[in-house]
């Protein structure tokens, strides 16, 4: 204000000779000033805004007077004020040329320049435009001699850059003149607020980024924005539907270059002409050359009998408009031999082949062919189509059904469905040839065997033959006849006692081996010799359903020390993991299915009163007092201690095979009959966390390895597979589950496959029995 003031009186009352007294005075003023602060008020701001009341100010407002119209539209200044301007504008050019050489070329200029508000400019403007400016006419629109337009009229000239760089300044840009645009006074949330409920033009108020001012926008401004919104052309006057004017016309027409006769000698044919067609003519009767019928004829006999397709190609008019049709439209193949009334014979079915084909009743996309030839004398003996209603129902029904409607078809890669699991390489250990056969039973082999420390497997089969085998040899080192069929074969897990439980019929035989360490087998026989004195009284439910023996002599001979005799044929047999209690189970027990026998005090207790559901199999939990009892559909938990059930898993199969628990124990693998094997967190849920369907037919046995993370299953599909199942102590990481190889060389007898797999307890080695009578080991 102090520069403003000083230059207003210096125009004011400018002299020649206090020339030199002004100018010494401007410039001490100009260096007590801060030159940080130079910035111009908010009100000085001579940007030329629409939609902002705009305020000028000159050098002194008495000075300088305008002439304007009736509409307020600036026409002029007035004389004598331009005169008075033009003397001063002299006056302050020899001021400023005399400073000019006084300062130094600092910062400071650059300040003055920044402060000093439209001085001498704005005062010798007038000078030159007194006689050029001519009133405009309020009749014509203003830009109508011009070509301009709003995008042009930009204010700010910094250019495209962020405008946040200037957040740390005062201005916000510099306009035509390089002088800095400030910015206007923000207020804060309150007044804001306070505008918002005072103002009625709030509303329609946007700020311009370039310059940070705040416009107004007008009626037609607002109409203009909700029809670009809305989609609509924003010139409201053009019509969308005029009528179609033909510009061009659609007919083509033909019009010669020349319409000169042709000549005379266009008609006859020349001698070079002449000789070439009776060359032709020679050739044609000579065979040498073909007419173009012939040609044709050829090639329509060479090409074979042309097919036509019954459904639309993507040839047609939807291709060529790039219209493509995701799901392409079916073409049946041709008929074949086979569906003649009268076939050769090599096509009718003979006894195999028709029971192959009613057999994958329930897999019909298996069958070679989707109906079996018939074979009739003539075509008038040929039946009517026996599903012909149903077929033409369905028919109907789908056309009913069927959604109007394209389904655009994600092209998604099979790659990407695949999960990223490791590579087998990473994750040896694990067996991947056959190494030895074991042969030597009759019968299908339905259970083995391994003795804790590895060296010796036992194996169970329908040749009502228990067979004690050398792993490292293959030699068969003993064979235990029994009575009936051999279900069920369990080495018990006590490596200080050398016992094997023998499920034969309903009878229960605990052996002696007699292999390995003859101090261990002298302790087995010692225990087993004397039966304890019974202290309780056991219950007449009980002593009906089962009792404890000693064997006979003849079968003492064999190695039989005990025999557990049960009222109903025992299906399997599982110890415990101290080696002292063992479990078996009788699916037709009813309420008394399920058995638990101690060993040391021979005696057996009934853990349930009443059974939930038929009994396929029961395991011991390796760590915890628990109890898992698997029935046809699902497998509860119990606790032995407790004496109550604790959680129910819910498997959602028609009847479960087997089940092996980690030996962990808190993760549970389960084998169902309807080809699926399924993987139980005992901590997550009730129900699979994983559903694994890698086998073709029914999985009939599954088994965790002791030590590695390994587990195998096997299946009436012949196929042993071994898979990569580790368990992390990180509660918040899921297990890793990969199959990693499909072992296959046993032999389908019967419809049966493999019948049980087990794991040898040091080594990566896998033992599968199979309906081929032999035991074959994996490594």
């Given at each position: 204000m102090t520069k403003k003031q000083a230059t207003k009186r210096k125009v004011k009352d400018a002299k020649p000779t206090k020339e030199q007294e002004s100018v010494s005075e401007q410039s001490e003023?100009?260096?007590?000033?801060?030159?940080?602060?130079?910035?111009?008020?908010?009100g000085e701001d001579s940007t030329d805004d629409e939609g902002i009341d705009q305020e000028y100010q000159s050098d002194s407002s008495e000075d300088l007077e305008f002439e304007s119209d009736e509409e307020g539209n600036y026409l002029g200044v007035k004389e004598n004020n331009a005169e008075e301007s033009e003397e001063d504008g002299e006056e302050e050019e020899d001021e400023e040329g005399d400073s000019s050489e006084e300062e130094s070329e600092d910062n400071a200029e650059t300040a003055k320049s920044e402060e000093k508000p439209s001085g001498s400019k704005a005062v010798q403007e007038p000078k030159k435009l007194i006689g050029e400016i001519t009133p405009r006419d309020p009749s014509k629109p203003e830009y109508a001699d011009s070509d301009t337009s709003d995008e042009e009229d930009i204010r700010n000239t910094v250019g495209n850059i962020p405008m946040h760089w200037y957040d740390e300044y005062k201005h916000i840009g510099y306009d035509w003149d390089a002088k800095k645009i400030v910015k206007p006074p923000k207020g804060d949330q309150?007044?804001?607020?306070?505008?918002?409920?005072?103002?009625?033009?709030?509303?329609?108020?946007?700020?311009?980024?370039?310059?940070?001012q705040e416009v107004l926008l007008t009626d037609e401004d607002i109409a203009l924005i909700k029809r670009v919104n809305s989609a609509r052309i924003p010139n409201p006057e053009h019509n969308e539907y005029e009528p179609w004017i033909e510009w061009f016309t659609s007919?083509?027409?033909?019009?010669?270059?020349?319409?000169?006769?042709d000549h005379k000698r266009s008609f006859l044919p020349s001698v070079s002409e002449k000789k070439k067609v009776s060359r032709m003519v020679h050739a044609l009767k000579m065979g040498w050359m073909k007419t173009t019928e012939e040609v044709e004829r050829a090639k329509q006999q060479k090409r074979g009998p042309k097919f036509y397709m019954l459904w639309?190609?993507?040839?047609?008019?939807?291709?060529?408009?790039?219209?493509?049709?995701?799901?392409s439209a079916p073409k049946r193949d041709l008929p074949g031999h086979a569906e003649s009334y009268n076939p050769p014979p090599?096509?009718?079915?003979?006894?195999?082949?028709?029971?192959?084909?009613?057999?994958?009743?329930?897999?019909?996309?298996?069958?070679?062919?989707?109906?079996?030839?018939?074979?009739?004398?003539?075509?008038r003996e040929v039946p009517a189509y026996s599903r012909y209603l149903r077929e033409r129902f369905l028919r109907c029904l789908d056309l009913y059904l069927c959604p109007r409607a394209k389904r655009v078809k994600l092209n998604i890669d099979a790659?990407?469905?695949?999960?990223?699991?490791?590579?087998p390489r990473d994750l040896q250990p694990f067996p991947t040839v056959e190494s030895l056969v074991y042969r030597g039973h009759t019968d299908l082999v339905r259970s083995v065997s391994v003795e804790p420390k590895g060296e010796y497997i036992v194996s169970g089969s329908d040749d009502k033959t228990v067979k004690i085998w050398e792993i490292a040899t293959g030699r068969c080192i003993r064979t235990i006849e029994t009575d009936d069929v051999v279900r069920c074969v369990a080495w018990c897990p006590n490596a200080k006692l050398s016992i094997i439980a023998v499920a034969t019929g309903s009878r229960l035989l605990l052996v002696n081996p007699k292999v390995g360490d003859k101090l261990i087998i002298k302790?087995?026989?010692?225990?087993l010799a004397e039966a304890p004195s019974q202290d309780v009284i056991e219950n007449e439910r009980i002593?009906?359903?089962?009792?404890?023996?000693?064997?006979?002599?003849?079968?003492?001979?064999k190695g039989v020390r005990v025999v557990i005799t049960h009222f109903k044929p025992i299906r399997q047999v599982t110890w415990h993991g101290r080696g002292d209690y063992l479990a078996t189970v009788m699916p037709e027990g009813a309420n008394r299915s399920a058995l638990i026998h101690q060993l040391s005090k021979r005696r057996s207790q009934i853990p349930f009163s009443k059974s939930k559901g038929l009994i396929q199999c029961v395991l011991f939990h390796p760590v915890k007092p628990c109890f898992f009892v698997a029935t046809q559909h699902n497998i509860r938990i119990y606790d032995l201690v407790k004496q109550e059930l604790i959680k129910k898993l819910l498997t959602n199969s028609k009847w479960i095979s087997g089940m092996s628990i980690h030996p962990k124990g808190d993760n549970l693998l389960v084998s169902t009959y309807d080809k699926k094997m399924l993987w139980f967190d005992l901590d997550l849920s009730t129900k699979p966390y994983q559903t694994m369907r890698l086998h073709r037919n029914a999985v009939r046995s599954v088994a965790f390895h002791l030590r590695y993370p390994l587990f195998a299953s096997g299946s009436d599909d012949q196929a042993v597979i071994v898979s990569h199942g580790m368990v992390y102590n990180d509660l918040l990481q899921n297990p890793l589950i990969v199959p990693l190889k499909k072992l296959q060389t046993h032999e389908k007898r019967d419809e049966f496959g493999v019948l049980d797999v087990n794991w040898h307890p040091v080594q990566p080695w896998i033992f599968s029995t199979g309906a081929d009578c032999t035991i074959r080991l994996y490594t």
């Open positions: 003023q100009e260096e007590d000033e801060d030159l940080l602060q130079a910035v111009k008020d908010p309150i007044d804001d607020f306070l505008r918002k409920i005072e103002d009625p033009n709030f509303w329609r108020t946007v700020k311009d980024p370039q310059t940070g007919e083509v027409e033909r019009m010669p270059i020349k319409n000169v006769p639309e190609t993507d040839t047609g008019r939807e291709h060529m408009r790039r219209i493509h049709d995701p799901v090599e096509y009718l079915f003979d006894e195999k082949e028709t029971k192959q084909w009613l057999k994958l009743k329930d897999e019909p996309h298996k069958r070679k062919l989707h109906f079996m030839p018939q074979k009739f004398k003539s075509l790659e990407y469905l695949i999960p990223k699991l490791p590579s302790k087995t026989d010692d225990l002593k009906t359903a089962v009792q404890w023996s000693t064997a006979e002599a003849a079968e003492q001979e």
